[in-house]
């Protein structure tokens, strides 16, 4: 594999296999327990790595540097902060996985209510609670080499992105919509034929069209599509009879801080908040 962060030279495990290391910060663990679901996969891929550090998986831990870092959950605290920084400098690589990694998760939608209003729904002493404003996604704090959506993630997708970093290549995930995968199956659009809500044309492929499939909507767990056109599905759904405080939530679930959907959801009246933007700053694949 090529150098990345600075200090991560070497980071090859003394049997010269490369080294992975999965890191949790605030989220469910969905997305790690999706690496484990991949069950015969994952013996193979324990033979071309060395798993250094994954804690749902094993206590034992390796100390860095890492070849590739996973990374699950977003930044909701300043220690979490601080941390995510120090893994960045461990890892050759850095691939973020799943809603909250990527886009802020569900706990984002704390982004759109007034400071500590959710803490004081949810907590009895809301003052003992040390948070950050915002939920943000890692790559409003540090350079990211890959982001991997869903909620959770699709494990074959995830193996993809693992066999192309381990050979040295960008990894080949779709970036069309969940339409795409309605019409490969033979699903009957829910939107046009049914009028049922749906938001499968701009969230990106990956699930399968699982929700579509069984005559439901799409709800966006993995986030928008490479050419999302959010302003027209408003407008679609808008003459269907929703009203802007239901669009503006319709777009606020999973991936409620991704730009697109963020972006929509203001238009149609959610509250707008300092620091709702994350700054990107991914890295061009290949990058040194």
């Given at each position: 594999?090529?150098g ?5 030279n070497g980071?090859a495990g ?5 080294t992975?290391a999965?890191?949790k ?7 790690q ?8 996969e994952l013996?193979?891929?324990?033979g071309?790595?060395?798993i250094a ?11 860095g540097?890492?070849d590739?870092?996973l990374?699950?959950?977003s930044?909701?605290?300043?220690a979490d902060a ?16 799943g809603?909250c990694a ?9 982004n ?5 209003e959710?803490?004081g729904m ?7 609670i040390?948070a950050?404003?915002?939920?943000t996604p890692i ?16 494990r074959h ?5 693992l066999?192309?970093t381990l ?5 080949v ?7 795409w ?5 033979g699903?009957?659009c ?9 938001l499968?044309p701009?969230?990106?492929?990956g699930c399968?069209?699982?929700?579509p499939?069984?005559g ?7 986030g928008?599509?490479?050419t999302?056109?959010t302003a027209?599905l408003a407008?679609?759904?808008?003459h269907?009879?929703?009203a ?5 939530r319709?777009f606020?679930t999973?991936n409620?801080a ?8 203001v238009?149609e009246g959610a509250?707008?908040?300092v ?7 991914n890295?061009?694949?290949?990058a040194q």
């Amino acid at each position: 594999m090529s150098g990345g962060a600075d200090g991560a030279n070497g980071a090859a495990g003394d049997d010269g296999r490369p080294t992975l290391a999965v890191w949790k910060f605030a989220s469910c663990d969905g997305c790690q327990l999706s690496l484990l679901d991949c069950e015969e996969e994952l013996l193979m891929l324990a033979g071309a790595v060395r798993i250094a550090h994954f804690t749902e998986m094993s206590r034992a831990s390796t100390p860095g540097p890492y070849d590739v870092s996973l990374v699950e959950g977003s930044i909701t605290t300043e220690a979490d902060a601080e941390r995510v920084r120090e893994v960045r400098a461990m890892s050759r690589r850095l691939v973020t996985i799943g809603a909250c990694a990527t886009a802020g998760g569900i706990q984002a939608l704390r982004n759109f209510a007034g400071e500590g209003e959710y803490a004081g729904m949810v907590y009895a002493h809301p003052e003992y609670i040390a948070a950050l404003e915002t939920s943000t996604p890692i790559s409003a704090h540090v350079e990211v080499d890959f982001e991997l959506q869903g909620c959770p993630i699709d494990r074959h997708q995830l193996l993809e992105v693992l066999t192309a970093t381990l050979a040295g290549r960008r990894p080949v995930i779709p970036g069309h919509s969940v339409c795409w995968q309605c019409k490969g199956r033979g699903t009957v659009c829910v939107l046009v034929a049914k009028g049922t809500a749906c938001l499968g044309p701009v969230t990106r492929s990956g699930c399968g069209a699982l929700c579509p499939a069984v005559g439901r909507g799409c709800f966006g767990c993995f986030g928008p599509a490479e050419t999302a056109n959010t302003a027209s599905l408003a407008a679609q759904l808008r003459h269907q009879g929703m009203a802007p405080l239901e669009l503006s939530r319709f777009f606020s679930t999973f991936n409620a801080a991704a730009p697109a959907f963020r972006d929509e959801a203001v238009a149609e009246g959610a509250p707008v908040r300092v620091a709702l933007g994350a700054t990107r700053r991914n890295r061009p694949w290949g990058a040194q």
